[in-house]
């Protein structure tokens, strides 16, 4: 009889034994054992599912050790102040990733549409420039330049806005003499065709009153060629027509024009600059006729939007009208102002 209840105790001792390993076990700092199912757990509390108490809640404070059955985790590990820290089981405790809010969307650059004017009015980058010298005694004369260039950039296009001005007046004994009274400007439409590629429109006019010029239009198109495009060079090559209508002094002429062009903007740094451009016009029905603009602008700022530049420029046709000479040179300093976006 002794036999056979000693084996029976085994047996029971055998199937308890695994039970109880496969249950959490909680160690207190006072000895204390406890099993069972770890049902939550935070940094304050650890609930307990027991078969012989229930639910219990125990102080996080009061805990020495926890092994769950799926958590190798033992002692619980010290932070840098001493403090306990209690690590969570992975099968009760499930941390949520908090996903941070999602970045506004940029909206799309556009050329036009929007506000104020349906958005002509802003959007521009650019500066504005003037000039002016003024001698006495044995020479006496007045020179005043003004300038404005403006570009307006799309997702895929832009356009360029430019205006240039001269006025001379030599003072002698005889008189005031106007010997130049001349402005000319364009703009430009550039359309993206791929990344290097792209097709262009253009307007351009030009008015020298002493000169014998009352006004020239010329309307162009053609394709443009980023052979250089970088963060700091961007150098466009441009072939294309246009036609040419003058109004002058004498007989009005309307000429089509072969046209080339060269567009060159370098950055040594963010303050110092250098802008080139060069348009030469073809008249295609006489080869012997033509003439060309060229443009090269040097700046520094000072600051954000006051400036100082250098500029030559030489207009040249080869075919002027009445007694006017081929070729005028202009060489103007200044002081400039910068306007839109700033670094």
């Not at 092994?67 to 499930?94: F, H």
């Amino acid at each position: 009889m002794f036999k056979y209840f000693c084996c029976l105790l085994l047996l029971l001792l055998s199937v308890l034994d695994p039970l109880s390993v496969l249950a959490d076990q909680i160690t207190l700092k006072n000895g204390d054992h406890l099993t069972g199912k770890i049902v939550s757990r935070d940094a304050e509390v650890i609930t307990l599912e027991t078969d012989y108490a229930g639910v219990i809640k125990i102080s996080a404070a009061r805990v020495d050790k926890v092994i769950a059955n799926d958590d190798k985790s033992t002692t619980p590990k010290a932070d840098a102040a001493g403090q306990t820290l209690k690590s969570v089981p992975t099968d009760v405790v499930r941390t949520t990733a908090v996903k941070a809010p999602p970045s506004p969307i940029k909206p799309v650059p556009k050329l036009f549409g929007g506000e104020h004017f349906w958005g002509v009015a802003n959007g521009w980058d650019g500066n504005a420039n003037i000039g002016f010298s003024y001698t006495s005694g044995n020479t006496r004369t007045s020179t005043m330049t003004t300038g404005i260039r403006a570009v307006k950039t799309g997702f895929n296009d832009n356009l360029t806005v430019y205006v240039r001005s001269l006025w001379n007046n030599n003072r002698n004994n005889t008189g005031n003499k106007t010997t130049s009274n001349a402005v000319w400007g364009g703009l430009r439409y550039d359309r993206s065709i791929n990344e290097r590629l792209f097709a262009f429109g253009a307007y351009d006019f030009e008015r020298d009153r002493p000169k014998n010029l009352n006004y020239r239009s010329v309307i162009g198109g053609g394709l443009g060629h980023h052979t250089v495009k970088n963060e700091d060079t961007q150098w466009d090559i441009l072939l294309g027509g246009a036609w040419n209508h003058a109004w002058q002094v004498g007989r009005n002429s309307d000429t089509p024009e072969a046209t080339l062009g060269s567009s060159l903007k370098h950055k040594f740094n963010d303050r110092l600059k250098v802008q080139k451009t060069f348009s030469f016009y073809q008249d295609v029905t006489r080869a012997h006729k033509y003439r060309f603009i060229f443009d090269s602008t040097f700046s520094a700022d000072v600051t954000k939007r006051v400036g100082w530049f250098i500029s030559l420029g030489d207009r040249y046709n080869n075919e002027p009208i009445g007694n006017s000479k081929k070729n005028d040179v202009l060489f103007t300093t200044g002081i400039k102002w910068n306007f839109g976006k700033k670094k």
